[in-house]
């Protein structure tokens, strides 16, 4: 057994990379299948109200460098708490110091009653709509349906505002409204982060714990978004959107895949002496195959648990493991089947040109 596993080393390597590549590969694009509305972070935390929650007063933001954002009963109007101007700074905007601004501290210590529109640069660009005057005249028309000083425009593609982005008409506007003038008993849903680089993991945890523990004092409840598809779902959704990150990462798979189906049936055809004899000998065609089984399955299935158990360990070292235990399982039993195609195909492919050659 010693002298078996010794002279197969490298064939054995070869698996062991592959199998941790398909691995790594597969937690990608199962990550990619989880959405984070707002361009926030997986450190988000979200809250939705019970009945319990009654209107109150958002003073105890004032204090906190969080940005938390409130999505409302009316899929167009979403509270913004951002005392950093994070959306400001990372999102495209309309920009025109002479009417054109975002919030200010002062807005938020005031509770002004005040809003950025949220527009579709990239179709309106594509519309022949963006100008100064189109978006001077929707920002109106937005201030009159909601009855609030309209102080800037943002991209809502940008800021991540849902399933709005793509398809938002061009004479439509959403808004971010201050969240000191929200009715809170208004609110479907909460998104609590801390999304500036420049502040330490302690210090962010710290801000969102303290603005957590109000929240539920205040009747909200803490929920988890972070539902990633199965690993068989992800794949057909990457291969369908076909996006270019996941293109790259499908590419190697693919790549990785075939270089171990080449090399699985180089491998084992260099047993075919073994079929040779077997049909010399009159062996049965089923013992002989369940042989070939048994020498190579065992070693193939350990090393693909021992891949799965290191890949785990340092995604989860890294904080980057997405993927469930049953993802684990379902990518070896994958893998595992592909081995036993190859083996399969080699031995009857060997047994049918030996038993020709024998007539």
């Not at 539920?216 to 990633?228: H, L, P």
């Not at 004899?277 to 009159?282: A, Q």
């Not at 021992?306 to 493991?321: H, M, N, P, R, T």
């Given at each position: 057994?010693?002298?078996?596993?010794?002279?197969?080393?490298?064939?054995?390597?070869?698996?062991?990379?592959?199998?941790?590549?398909?691995?790594?590969?597969?937690?990608?694009?199962?990550?990619?299948?989880?959405?984070?509305?707002?361009?926030?972070?997986?450190?988000?935390?979200?809250?939705?109200?019970t009945?319990k929650?009654?209107?109150?007063?958002?003073?105890?933001?004032?204090?906190?460098?969080?940005?938390?954002?409130?999505?409302?009963?009316?899929?167009?109007?979403?509270?913004?708490?951002?005392?950093?101007?994070?959306?400001f700074?990372?999102s495209?905007?309309?920009?025109?110091?002479?009417?054109?601004?975002?919030?200010?501290?002062?807005d938020?210590?005031?509770?002004?009653?005040?809003?950025?529109?949220?527009?579709?640069?990239?179709?309106?660009?594509?519309?022949?709509?963006?100008?100064?005057?189109?978006?001077?005249?929707?920002?109106?028309?937005?201030?009159?349906?909601?009855?609030?000083?309209?102080?800037?425009?943002?991209?809502?593609?940008?800021?991540?505002?849902?399933?709005?982005?793509?398809?938002?008409?061009?004479?439509?506007?959403?808004?971010?409204?201050?969240?000191f003038?929200?009715?809170?008993?208004?609110?479907?849903?909460?998104?609590?982060?801390?999304?500036?680089?420049?502040?330490?993991?302690t210090?962010?945890?710290?801000?969102?714990?303290?603005?957590?523990?109000?929240l539920?004092?205040?009747?909200?409840?803490?929920?988890?978004?972070?539902?990633?598809q199965?690993?068989?779902?992800?794949?057909?959704?990457?291969?369908?959107?076909?996006?270019?990150?996941?293109?790259?990462?499908?590419?190697?798979?693919?790549?990785?895949?075939s270089?171990?189906?080449?090399?699985?049936?180089?491998?084992?055809?260099?047993?075919?002496?073994?079929?040779y004899?077997?049909?010399?000998?009159?062996t049965?065609?089923?013992?002989?195959?369940k042989?070939?089984?048994?020498?190579?399955?065992?070693?193939?299935?350990?090393?693909?648990?021992?891949?799965?158990?290191?890949?785990?360990?340092?995604?989860?070292?890294?904080?980057?493991?997405?993927?469930?235990i049953?993802?684990?399982?379902?990518?070896?039993?994958?893998?595992?089947?592909?081995?036993?195609l190859?083996?399969?195909?080699?031995?009857?492919?060997?047994?049918?040109?030996?038993?020709?050659?024998?007539?």
């Open positions: 057994m010693k002298s078996f596993v010794k002279k197969n080393i490298i064939f054995y390597i070869l698996i062991f990379a592959v199998n941790s590549i398909i691995l790594i590969a597969a937690n990608y694009v199962v990550g990619n299948t989880i959405s984070i509305p707002y361009e926030l972070y997986e450190t988000r935390r979200v809250f939705v109200p009945e929650v009654k209107n109150f007063d958002w003073d105890f933001l004032l204090e906190r460098n969080v940005v938390l954002v409130a999505e409302t009963s009316d899929s167009k109007v979403v509270g913004l708490y951002d005392p950093g101007m994070y959306y700074v990372n495209t905007k309309a920009l025109d110091p002479r009417y054109l601004r975002y919030f200010s501290n002062e938020y210590l005031k509770k002004t009653d005040t809003g950025v529109a949220l527009i579709n640069i990239d179709t309106m660009f594509r519309s022949g709509k963006l100008s100064p005057y189109i978006i001077k005249k929707g920002m109106k028309r937005a201030a009159d349906t909601y009855n609030i000083d309209i102080i800037g425009a943002l991209d809502i593609v940008s800021v991540g505002y849902g399933s709005l982005e793509e398809s938002y008409p061009t004479d439509e506007f959403a808004i971010f409204k201050n969240i003038k929200l009715n809170s008993n208004l609110i479907k849903k909460i998104y609590v982060d801390v999304p500036y680089i420049d502040v330490p993991e210090e962010k945890f710290n801000e969102m714990e303290k603005v957590s523990e109000v539920k004092e205040k009747g909200f409840t803490e929920i988890s978004e972070n539902k990633a199965p690993v068989i779902k992800a794949f057909i959704h990457a291969v369908l959107n076909y996006r270019k990150y996941e293109r790259f990462i499908l590419y190697c798979a693919m790549v990785s895949l270089v171990f189906i080449y090399t699985s049936v180089i491998y084992l055809w260099k047993y075919k002496e073994y079929i004899i077997s049909r010399v000998c009159g049965d065609f089923f013992k002989m195959y042989l070939i089984l048994k020498y190579s399955i065992f070693q193939i299935v350990l090393i693909s648990m021992v891949a799965s158990f290191g890949i785990w360990i340092y995604l989860g070292l890294i904080k980057e493991g997405i993927m469930s049953f993802d684990y399982i379902v990518v070896d039993f994958i893998f595992l089947l592909l081995f036993l190859c083996i399969t195909g080699v031995y009857i492919f060997g047994f049918l040109r030996y038993s020709r050659e024998m007539r």
